[in-house]
Structure formats: C-alpha cells, structure tokens
C-alpha cells in the first residue's frame, strides 16, 4: 500500500491544503505516515521542497517528492492549488514516473575532528564570516587558483537556477551528473587573479577548497547555515544518491526555466 506524508510551508493556504490532499489521499486508501513515506507532498514553495528533501534524507531511495506552489517561484513545486484532486487521483493510481537528479556531495575536514558528510539539493557556498574569503582550489588535486572574494557557490544541476543563477552561473540540464563552482564577486586585478567564469564537472572530478590562512567559515547546504572553526578542506564531488521526483505529466526542464524567469503566460 503507498504511504504519503505532507510538508506544508505552514501558512493558512498551505495547511488548508494539507488538510484537504491528507483526507483525499486517505480517501483513496493511501496510508498517513510521516515516517516512512513512499510519496512526499511539498505545499508551499521550492524553499518548502529543501525542508522535505532534507527531513527524508535518510531514505532518498525511497521516496518521491512532488511540490504545489501556493504563491510563490515553484521551479520544483509545479502544481497549482486548483490541480490538487488531479494530482490526488495520480498519486491513488500510480500514474507516474520517478526521474532521478543528481546531488551534491559536501565533505568538511577538520584538523582536530572527524569529517562531516553533507548532501544538496540546490547547493552549498562558502563565505568567510567577517573578512574577504580566501580559499586555494585544488580540481583532481592539482591547484588550479587562489579564489579572494565574497564567497564560492558549488550547485548542483537542479540547483543551477537558484542562487547560481543570481551569480551568473550556467543553468545545467538536471539530468546531466554535474556540479558547477560559481565565484561571489572575486578580487580581479594585476596582483590577484581567479578564472572568473563559472566551471562545470563532471561525475569523476573531485574540487576541493583548502584554506589558506583563516579556518573559521560560513557553509551553507541548501536553506541549512553551518558555522565552522577548524576547516581543514572542504570537497565536492556529485553524490551517489540521487534525488527522486514523481512526474505525473511532461514539464520539460526548458519550458519550466522560460516559465520561471521569462514569462509564465
Ligand atoms: P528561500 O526563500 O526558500 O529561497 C529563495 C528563493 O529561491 C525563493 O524564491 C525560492 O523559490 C527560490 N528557489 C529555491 N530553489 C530554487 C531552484 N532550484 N530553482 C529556482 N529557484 C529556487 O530561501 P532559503 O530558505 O534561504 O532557502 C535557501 C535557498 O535560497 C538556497 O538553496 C539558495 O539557492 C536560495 N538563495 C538564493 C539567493 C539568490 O538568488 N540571490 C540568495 C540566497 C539563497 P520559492 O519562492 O518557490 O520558495
């Protein structure tokens, strides 16, 4: 029997939603389990689809995510409101497919403890806390260059059209096994240099941020902030677990980025 859970952004038109998509689903004799779902509903916006991704990370093989948008971008919340018992009555007879997208491996080492695993859905950046951010990047352990600036945006595909793209990054098919290193406003001139253009790796490449002379940083993956003292080097690889979507109708990734950022009419 298919189990769902519900993750609501917890205003009044998302939870009124979440209260109707919860009797619907059991109605059609879904099972009401928050803890180990096979079909994760998102109402709210792509900010709600993180939380659920991140509350399910434990069992990603699992589970398939689908997001309705009450109000706000959607780029991965692609339901409306209006379309809940179209979506209720796919969920009941299982008419969809599960695409599978790439994720962001994040891998913090530490001098004096051990290294943590991070997964990202959207990304992970890197910024010093209160001075210019100074980090070597070394690309298949080669040192590549001396980054001084803001910060450093790592994305993963999906993730390309969120905070990589306000930087000027590369919006990148979700299905390609990719991850992009976007600068935050380096230092360019006769002393200091960076390549300044975003890169893009594929699946085998490993790009590590090793500091130079401060170790305290500012890691963000996805919404989730992380405050660092004892960084030794922080890696990036594409992960091997993947992220699951239950697509019910095509939305081909384009017509979803020209809806998003040009024009939805
Ligand atoms: P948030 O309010 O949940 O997200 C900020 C905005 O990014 C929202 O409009 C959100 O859409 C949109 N968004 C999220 N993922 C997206 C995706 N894959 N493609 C296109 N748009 C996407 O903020 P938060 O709680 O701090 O969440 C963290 C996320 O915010 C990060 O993963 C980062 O990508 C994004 N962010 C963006 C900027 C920027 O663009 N300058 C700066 C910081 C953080 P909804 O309105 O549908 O939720």
Redesign the pocket.
Known sequence: MTSFAIQS?RDAQSNELAELATAYLQEFGLTHDEEEPDIVLSI????????AFHRYIHRLDKVAFVGI?T???????DWKPSELEKLVLSIAKKDFNVVEYPLLQVNVHRHHSETSHYL????A?IKSPDVTLVMDVELNGTQFERFRGDGLCV?TP??????????GGAIIHPTLPAFQLTEMASINNRVFRTVGSSLVFPAHHTCVLKPVNDQRFTI?V??IQLTEADVKSIAFNVATERVRFARFRPFPFWERVHD?FISNE
Do not use: C, I, Q, V
């Not at 109000?71 to 919340?77: P, V």
């Not at 990202?120 to 990304?123: F, Q």
């Not at 969120?162 to 930087?167: E, R």
């Open positions: 952004r709210g916006g792509d900010g709600t689809l993180l939380h948008h109000g706000h971008l959607g780029f991965y919340a990202a859905l959207n990304e950046t994305s999906s993730g390309s059209t969120a905070y990589n793209k306000a930087l963000t996805d919404h998003s």
